[in-house]
Structures are given as structure tokens and as C-alpha cells.
T-cell receptor, first 121, second 114 residues
Framework: EAGVTQFPSHSVIEKGQTVTLRCDPI?????LYWYRRVMGKEIKFLLH????????ESGMPNNRFLAERTGGTYSTLKVQPAELEDSGVYFC???????????????????FGSGTRLTVV | AQSVTQLGSHVSVSEGALVLLRCNYS??????LFWYVQYPNQGLQLLLK??????LVKGINGFEAEFKKSETSFHLTKPSAHMSDAAEYFC????????????FGKGTRLSVIA
């Protein structure tokens, strides 16, 4: 089974430019998450898709960030215009729900991609 | 709200020595707890997780962690460090085992000295 794929692996852009990051989750995984790690700080949640719907976008830092997941498959995260403080590593993760026979929800857990290192200069 | 505290941003051990990476959490509900490892230039790899049941959890590469509810801790241990264990380790907590966001600690960088 292919893992979670992110590209590009690295991106260096100038302040004010636009960058689009892409994440291909494991096929069939309904849940897709974006996280970010700014240098020296913890990995922080950005948003959560369930299929094509945004379940939780409470971690998005501001309206310069736009995430989409068309058709519930791959997702893109666009930063426009990029600022210096947007530099960091952007991680994507996916997971798949299942239901126990008792009707309680469960999950097989999260699988992370290798991340995109974004440098804004 | 949930939070994770990892004591020590950098830990150094000698090869063959015990590895102990500390993690304390706060959660208003029974937590799901995870340890991830990131090797240089790679993504986050799951080491182990606690969901329910046995509080001592064994993971990959000889690591294990024990969930102690009374101490709100989930420390990661390995009896004997290998050079290949040098990496950054992240403790994380979630409300569920996969369909809610993870909350991460700041990470601990482990160095192994020959």
C-alpha cells in the first residue's frame, strides 16, 4: 500500500509569492490532516478534512492559507501571499475510520507524509 | 483542551545506556497517546500508541511506554540505546485513535554517543 505522499519536498519562495503544497493520502482514507512545524516550536494542527468537507479548520493561522480537497482525494494547501513567518515544515496525515460491531467508532491511526519544507525569503 | 509537555528538548545518552524520554499530558477525557519519531530528512513514523487496555505498550525498535493515569505521564523508554536511535521524538495526545487532531509536544532530540 502506498503511503501518504507530499510534494514538493522542498520549496523556496520569495515573500509575497504564492506556493501550493499537495498531499495525496492513502487511498480510501476519509480523514486528512494538515500540520505545521515552525522552527523550534511544536507541530501544530492546521485543519482536518473528512472526505471533501472541512471538519475543523481552527488551526489555520489566517486567511492567507487556503486548503481544498476536491472529490475527497488529494488535498492542496495554498499560501498567498507568503510571509517570512510561514517558513516551516508542513506535514500531512491521513486516517481511516471503522466501526466496531458494538457501533462505537474506531480508527486505524494516523499515517504521516514526509513533509514539505517551505522557506520564505 | 489537551496539551503535552516533553521535558528536555535535547537528551544525550551513551550507546548501550537506558533511554528515557519524558512526556506528561493534560486531557479532560481519557486520552489516546502516541509517540512518533522523525529521523533526519524523513517524515513522522509511529513508534507506539496507547488506546485502551494494557498500560504498558510495546512499540517498534525495542521502545516501550507506560501510561500512568495518576501521574498523567506516558514516558518512552528503551533499555539499550543504539546509534540508529538518534532522532527527534514527539509525544502526542488525541481524543480518539485517528479521527480527531493530534496535539503534539515540542519534541525531544535524542543524541547517542559512541
Amino acid at each position: 500500500e502506498a503511503g501518504v505522499t507530499q510534494f514538493p519536498s522542498h520549496s523556496v519562495i520569495e515573500k509575497g509569492q504564492t506556493v501550493t503544497l499537495r498531499c495525496d493520502p492513502i487511498s480510501g482514507h476519509d480523514n486528512l490532516y494538515w500540520y505545521r512545524r515552525v522552527m523550534g516550536k511544536e507541530i501544530k494542527f492546521l485543519l482536518h478534512f473528512v472526505k471533501e468537507s472541512k471538519q475543523d479548520e481552527s488551526g489555520m493561522p489566517n486567511n492567507r492559507f487556503l486548503a481544498e480537497r476536491t472529490g475527497g482525494t488529494y488535498s492542496t494547501l495554498k499560501v498567498q501571499p507568503a510571509e517570512l513567518e510561514d517558513s516551516g515544515v508542513y506535514f500531512c496525515a491521513s486516517s481511516q475510520d471503522f466501526w466496531f460491531s458494538a457501533g462505537t467508532p474506531g480508527s486505524y491511526g494516523y499515517t504521516f507524509g514526509s513533509g514539505t519544507r517551505l522557506t520564505v525569503v | 483542551a489537551q496539551s503535552v509537555t516533553q521535558l528536555g528538548s535535547h537528551v544525550s545518552v551513551s550507546e548501550g545506556a537506558l533511554v528515557l524520554l519524558r512526556c506528561n499530558y493534560s486531557s479532560s477525557v481519557p486520552p489516546y497517546l502516541f509517540w512518533y519519531v522523525q529521523y533526519p530528512n524523513q517524515g513522522l513514523q509511529l513508534l507506539l500508541k496507547y488506546t485502551t487496555g494494557a498500560t504498558l505498550v510495546k512499540g517498534i525498535n525495542g521502545f516501550e511506554a507506560e501510561f500512568k493515569k495518576s501521574e498523567t505521564s506516558f514516558h518512552l523508554t528503551k533499555p539499550s540505546a543504539h546509534m540508529s536511535d538518534a532522532a527527534e521524538y514527539f509525544c502526542a495526545v488525541s481524543l480518539t485513535s485517528g479521527n480527531t487532531p493530534l496535539v503534539f509536544g515540542k519534541g525531544t532530540r535524542l543524541s547517542v554517543i559512541a
